[in-house]
């Protein structure tokens, strides 16, 4: 379990991300709710404020405009305490977070996922692609210390309460670290 930061905040902010259909929504909103942290789900986020380029028709889905998230985003980190969901990790700025969850599920498991939420084929498959290349791992690696990332599996319900579990123990021992 990573260790807590030397942050100046007094409640830690946890970025949660992972290829969609890993569970990051489902944990995200269980971890703040068991800890008190706000919970920001960033794909909404870009929906309800228009921080993003348009639609992308072939994937469908938003075309992600970093700044526009970033600077919405800046002044709600500030304060800590924040649980933040989102598929992609690298382009926050490092000094956000005080955690960073990778979440991990088998090819199985992200296909039913996916498939039951009704994304079309070529979608499922480019976030097959992208959990079995552990793109989103590889992504956290190369933008935080490694003393700040943990990779989780979220196969079963089981490794959901675990995770969760975890995420809280950490939250707690910071706050009590961070008085
Ligand atoms: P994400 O936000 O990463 O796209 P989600 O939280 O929306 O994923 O979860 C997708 C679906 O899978 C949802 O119906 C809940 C289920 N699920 C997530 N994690 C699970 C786990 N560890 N065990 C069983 N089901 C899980």
Same mark, same amino acid.
């Given at each position: 379990t990573p260790l807590p930061t030397s942050s100046p905040r007094s409640s830690p902010n946890i970025l949660i991300t992972g290829t969609p259909g890993t569970g990051k929504t489902t944990a995200a909103g269980m971890v703040a709710d068991a800890a008190g942290l706000e919970l920001v789900t960033v794909g909404d986020l870009i929906k309800q404020r228009n921080l993003h380029d348009g639609y992308n028709e072939e994937f469908d889905t938003y075309w992600l405009n970093e700044d526009k998230v970033v600077d919405e985003m800046e002044e709600m980190m500030a304060g800590g305490g924040m649980c933040i969901d989102f598929h992609t990790c690298g382009f926050f700025p490092e000094r956000w977070f005080d955690l960073v969850v990778v979440l991990r599920a088998?090819? /199985? /498991?992200v296909y039913d996922r996916l498939k039951s939420r009704g994304y079309k /084929? +070529?979608?499922?498959?480019? +976030?097959?692609d992208c959990e079995i290349m552990q793109v989103v791992a590889d992504e956290a690696r190369e933008s935080y210390k490694a003393e700040i990332i943990m990779e989780l599996t979220s196969n079963t319900i089981e490794d959901m309460e675990d995770n969760v579990e975890k995420i809280v123990a950490f939250v707690n021992g910071f706050r009590s670290s961070h008085k």
């Open positions: 088998g090819t /199985q /498991q /084929q +070529n979608k499922i498959e480019e +976030n097959l």
